[in-house]
């Protein structure tokens, strides 16, 4: 039986715009998917740009001008790829448009931007996700589980980092992320997906404690010459969670070998979980007992772990990347259809970058402050 086709245009070619694209054409043959999603047309920043980069991803049409996209009749969800400051437009535009949007985070440069989306798309109706890639790995999905069935008690302490290391030398140029408008900043580019991990495996964050540390106060642009750097390479916040559980949260694109360590450990009353992104398909589960060779298991992910089955029949042998983005197209794609969905609306997105203000807030006014 032939699917209903969901059209979609697709707004950026870089680098995010490109996973989109691939995991729109893998999650349409890995899953039975309500609709079949279809990127039938790209726009980008000019026609020039956008051709070359739809001929080159096999997708039908394009445009230099994402208005276009989002004008033609017959798409039904728009995709948003962009650099931030692009976010909080297209979204809107579309979601007034009747369009459904998946939209990449952070969810846009400012707290009234992010709650301007929001207020879109409930005044619209229309389904919206968020590409908070990290939370749709099986192994999360199972770490969440194992959270809510209280399999190691009741949550004391949540203790998370997302650290990098692609701005950790001092030549490392002046770029879009060091742009205050841009959303820019460690908190800002990285910190999002440990905030938004810290609430899915724990719940709301009522409170918090923060600072902001700028490593290097200049850095030289492509032009050579000394730009101001005026945003942070390193955040470290204390929170508590409305639950009563408390953490730490950090963020820094200058952990010197860290490549992608997003980590976290969850501590409770009858044991602990611990993952880092760097080893993404393994889970550290520790149950408390006697015994002197009680410790941390090491759970593989395997077929038996949620959306790991699609990619793999055998345990051990590893999913990627791009494999999670497949994952998480299929929740939007779901979402699109009306359907139970496991997919971050933008009210979700709003509730991590309300955490990141916070922070914000709690570094220039000093003591605890409220999301």
Same mark, same amino acid.
């Given at each position: 039986?032939?699917?209903?086709?969901?059209?979609?245009?697709?707004?950026?070619?870089? +680098?995010?715009?490109?996973?989109?694209?691939?995991? +729109?054409?893998?999650?349409?043959?890995?899953?039975?998917?309500?609709?079949?999603?279809?990127?039938?047309?790209?726009?980008?920043?000019?026609?020039?740009?956008?051709?070359?980069?739809?001929?080159?991803?096999?997708?039908?049409?394009?445009?230099?001008?994402?208005?276009?996209?989002?004008?033609?009749?017959?798409?039904?969800?728009?995709?948003?790829?962009?650099?931030?400051?692009?976010?909080?437009?297209?979204?809107?535009?579309?979601?007034?448009?009747?369009?459904?949007?998946?939209?990449?985070?952070?969810?846009?440069?400012?707290?009234?931007?992010?709650?301007?989306?929001?207020?879109?798309?409930?005044?619209?109706?229309?389904?919206?996700?968020?590409?908070?890639?990290?939370?749709?790995?099986?192994?999360?999905?199972?770490?969440?589980?194992?959270?809510?069935?209280?399999?190691?008690?009741?949550?004391?302490?949540?203790?998370?980092?997302?650290?990098?290391?692609?701005?950790?030398?001092?030549?490392?140029? +002046?770029?879009?992320?060091?742009?205050?408008?841009?959303?820019?900043?460690?908190?800002?580019?990285?910190?999002?997906?440990?905030?938004?991990?810290?609430?899915?495996?724990?719940?709301?964050?009522?409170?918090?404690?923060?600072?902001?540390?700028?490593?290097?106060?200049?850095?030289?642009?492509?032009?050579?010459?000394?730009?101001?750097?005026?945003?942070?390479?390193?955040?470290?916040?204390?929170?508590? +969670?409305?639950?009563?559980?408390?953490?730490?949260?950090?963020?820094?694109?200058?952990?010197?070998?860290?490549?992608?360590?997003?980590?976290?450990?969850?501590?409770?009353?009858?044991?602990?979980?611990?993952?880092?992104?760097?080893?993404?398909?393994?889970?550290?589960?520790?149950?408390?007992?006697?015994?002197?060779?009680?410790?941390?298991?090491?759970?593989?992910?395997?077929?038996?772990?949620?959306?790991?089955?699609?990619?793999?029949?055998?345990?051990?042998?590893?999913?990627?990347?791009?494999?999670?983005?497949?994952?998480?197209?299929?929740?939007?794609?779901?979402?699109?259809?009306?359907?139970?969905?496991?997919?971050?609306?933008?009210?979700?997105?709003?509730?991590?970058?309300?955490?990141?203000?916070?922070?914000?807030?709690?570094?220039?006014?000093?003591?605890?402050?409220?999301?």
């Amino acid at each position: 039986m032939t699917r209903p086709v969901l059209n979609i245009a697709l707004i950026g070619s870089g +680098f995010m715009g490109r996973a989109h694209a691939l995991a +729109f054409a893998a999650a349409d043959r890995t899953f039975d998917l309500p609709l079949s999603p279809r990127v039938t047309v790209l726009a980008d920043r000019d026609l020039s740009t956008a051709t070359a980069a739809a001929a080159s991803l096999g997708i039908p049409n394009a445009s230099g001008d994402w208005r276009e996209a989002i004008a033609d009749a017959s798409i039904d969800m728009v995709a948003v790829a962009t650099p931030n400051l692009l976010h909080a437009p297209i979204a809107i535009a579309a979601l007034e448009a009747g369009k459904a949007v998946y939209c990449e985070k952070p969810l846009a440069t400012t707290i009234a931007e992010s709650e301007a989306m929001t207020a879109a798309a409930a005044a619209s109706g229309r389904p919206t996700a968020v590409g908070f890639t990290y939370l749709y790995n099986p192994m999360i999905a199972l770490a969440r589980e194992l959270v809510a069935d209280g399999e190691i008690g009741e949550v004391t302490a949540f203790r998370g980092i997302h650290a990098e290391d692609f701005m950790a030398s001092a030549d490392a140029p +002046f770029n879009w992320r060091c742009e205050p408008e841009q959303a820019g900043g460690a908190l800002a580019d990285i910190g999002s997906h440990i905030i938004a991990m810290a609430q899915h495996l724990v719940g709301d964050i009522a409170s918090v404690s923060g600072r902001l540390h700028t490593a290097y106060p200049t850095r030289r642009d492509a032009e050579g010459n000394d730009r101001a750097v005026t945003v942070d390479d390193q955040m470290d916040a204390v929170v508590a +969670f409305a639950n009563g559980a408390t953490g730490t949260l950090a963020a820094s694109w200058i952990a010197s070998g860290r490549k992608m360590g997003l980590a976290f450990e969850i501590s409770g009353t009858k044991g602990s979980i611990g993952f880092t992104q760097e080893q993404f398909n393994e889970l550290k589960l520790f149950r408390s007992g006697p015994g002197r060779t009680n410790g941390f298991t090491t759970i593989c992910a395997g077929p038996e772990h949620g959306d790991y089955g699609a990619f793999c029949p055998a345990s051990g042998h590893q999913i990627g990347y791009n494999d999670l983005k497949t994952i998480e197209v299929k929740a939007a794609v779901e979402a699109a259809a009306g359907l139970s969905s496991a997919a971050k609306s933008f009210a979700d997105a709003l509730a991590v970058e309300k955490v990141a203000d916070a922070i914000r807030r709690s570094h220039r006014e000093g003591g605890w402050t409220k999301p």
